[in-house]
């Protein structure tokens, strides 16, 4: 079992900056596939950034060119620093893992099904 602690949210008004970590008790570079959801109230949750087993990173088309997924593999520690922030951003934030490797170019195949570990999640709030 996984564990999987957030931190770093909070609330800025549009146009600000914030930076979400998660560290995770459990990581194999190669092995695990780490992201971050986002589910604002009434919405489902979506993925919106995916660290995928190789690094590289894959991103939802709405945070393209404003947020940045990046996986501290020695401090088991996956960040997401989130720029030029907006309402439609506002929702909590969950990490995510699961112990199997992922390779995804896009979004369109990444639902919450696949990941089988959760944190407990960290709100966002940005206001205009």
């Known amino acids: 079992q996984v564990k999987l602690v957030e931190s770093g949210g909070g609330s800025v008004q549009a146009g600000g900056s914030l930076r979400l970590s998660c560290v995770a ?10 992201g971050w959801f986002r589910q604002a109230p009434g ?21 393209k060119g404003r947020f940045t997924i990046s996986l501290d593999n020695a401090k088991n520690t996956l960040s997401l620093e989130m720029h030029i922030l907006k309402p439609e951003d506002t929702a909590m934030y969950y990490c995510a893992s699961v112990d199997r490797p992922c390779w995804y170019s896009d979004m369109l ?20």
């Open 25 to 34: 008790s459990e990581y194999t570079y190669g092995s695990h596939c780490m």
């Open 43 to 63: 919405t489902e949750r979506e993925a919106v950034a995916i660290s995928n087993s190789d690094s590289s990173p894959t991103y939802a088309d709405s945070v």
């Open 109 to 128: 195949s990444v639902t919450p099904e696949k990941f089988a570990y959760w944190g407990q999640g960290t709100q966002v709030t940005v206001s205009s």
